[in-house]
């Protein structure tokens, strides 16, 4: 069998799809020989026809073309889905970013001045507003806003901790190694579960610069525990001369025990207990673009607004844009609640999140697919993110098995599928939470199955 040259297959693909240069086709025809020869090897084919052919190039081309980086449906019920994109951003948010992006804007221009301004007064003043802080500076991450805090204000000097709150955070970095390049000297107090206000005290030197609070926002310690709260660090810092610093990690502007939910301790009310510097993620329980806020004293905020580092971890023009339209969302609380995604899906009333279920369970049922059985369930969501870790969120579920596919075989059909379609297993059966579904991912979950029942099931 006579394998066709690259330039030959080039010819091919520039018939099949004109519009494209002639040039565009050399990776996608290597790939195309590649294939063949590797076939004709193993001897799955011994001649070449040209149905066969066309049909190679047209899959070939669609994988080339299709990003890697992808909309996937999260049938996890894990709202804040570290490996799926964490937030999901609203319309809202979404066309400002759109427009900020399309055309020219004036990310770091005066329009009053009519000279070079910066970029940080787009969202300084909503940040005030919302938290009553003196101060505010955002950067590309809450790793990062912890990174730059530390190294202005506490580089080469003692920054005391509770060993309880030395927390591993997202792909295992750690609190202390960022300390470390920070520049900061670790000084742990207490004991993973108890840390007393006198331990703190006890390690205060001449090197002490402050007194740093970590949130354990993605686990807790139950039991037999004691630990500092910010108010009473903060009197003692005030005693010694000191700073106190808070990193909340998943930090949130609404108080979710009035929705019956447990409590998370807010931005808001960690300012108001006195504490020097506030840093917390934008993409978590905010539900915005992924950025790190620092929000504080204003003189604590200036000396990090000029440090060096600054410019390396700063916050590009489409963040800026999200973080602003999501931020101006928050001036009303149900606004906030009604259009950020992450709110709307972990507030959601477990009657909605029912007929969401039984539409999805209809839809499937319609299909015939006798060899699936689907069934409607009450389920258990999370959070995820980080954030409240022992939350736990009634959800319901279209549970789906089969005798004639596992779980995982399903799961990874349902990943194969032109918009990949994430589920968990529970029990031995693979489940469909619908919390964190949007309206249209259930006529995509119906197609999908369809393609299943056309692949699988019709022969």
């Known amino acids: 069998m006579r394998i066709p040259s690259v330039n030959e297959l080039k ?71 570290t490996n799926l994109g964490r937030a999901p951003l609203s319309e809202k948010v979404l066309s400002e970013i759109i427009t900020i992006g399309k055309y020219y804007s004036n990310l770091e221009y005066d329009l009053k001045e009519g000279k070079r301004g910066s970029r940080y007064v787009h969202v300084e003043e909503l940040l005030k507003e919302i938290t009553s802080a003196e101060g505010a500076l955002v950067v590309n991450n809450n790793a990062a806003a912890v ?46 579960n108890k840390t007393h206000l006198y331990d703190y005290e006890r390690a205060i030197s001449d090197k002490t610069a402050l007194f740093l609070k970590v949130h354990k926002s993605n686990y807790e310690i139950v039991g037999f525990t004691e630990e500092v709260s910010a108010e009473e660090l903060v009197n003692l810092a005030k005693r010694y001369n000191l700073l106190v610093m808070e990193d909340l990690g998943s930090g ?30 934008g993409d978590k329980l905010l539900g915005g673009p992924q950025a790190g806020i620092i ?4 003189e604590l905020i200036e000396k990090i607004r000029k440090n060096p580092l600054n410019r390396a971890i700063r916050i590009d023009k489409l ?26 899906f972990i507030l959601a009333p477990k009657e909605k999140l029912k007929k969401k279920a039984q539409k999805l369970y209809r839809l499937l049922k319609g299909l015939n697919l006798n060899e699936i059985e689907f069934k409607i369930v009450e389920t258990i969501g999370k959070t995820g993110g980080g954030a409240l870790p022992t939350l736990e969120l009634p959800s319901y579920s279209v549970i789906a098995y089969s ?46 199955f369809q393609n299943l029942k056309n692949e699988y099931f019709s022969r």
């Open 147 to 192: 990174l730059i805090s530390l190294n202005t204000l506490a580089f080469e000097k003692e920054v005391i901790v509770s060993r309880g709150e030395l927390i591993e955070i997202g792909g295992s970095f750690r609190i202390p190694e960022v300390m470390k390049w920070a520049g900061s000297i670790l000084k742990e107090v207490g004991t993973t």
């Open 295 to 298: 929000l504080g004293k204003r």
């Open 252 to 281: 949130c502007f609404i108080d979710f025990s009035k929705y019956g939910l447990k409590k998370e301790p807010t931005v808001q009310e960690t300012l108001k207990a006195g504490v020097d510097l506030v840093t917390f993620s």
């Open 403 to 448: 005798s004639k596919l596992s779980p995982s075989q399903l799961q990874k059909y349902l990943r194969a599928h032109k918009i990949p379609i994430i589920t968990r297993i529970e029990e031995d059966k693979m489940v469909l939470d619908v919390r964190c579904l949007f309206d249209e991912d259930l006529e995509e979950i119906k197609r999908a």
């Open 11 to 81: 010819e091919k693909f520039h018939q099949l799809f004109p519009s494209y240069p002639l040039s565009y086709f050399t990776f996608p025809a290597r790939k195309v020989a590649q294939i063949i020869r590797e076939r004709w090897q193993k001897g799955e084919i011994s001649e070449l026809s040209e149905p066969f052919l066309e049909s190679l190039i047209r899959k070939t081309f669609e994988d080339y073309e299709t990003p890697h980086l992808k909309r996937v449906i999260n049938a996890t019920g894990i709202v804040i889905h």
């Open 319 to 344: 963040t800026l844009a999200g973080l602003e339209a999501t931020l101006r969302l928050y001036r009303d609380e149900n606004l906030a609640i009604k259009y950020i995604p992450v709110l709307s």
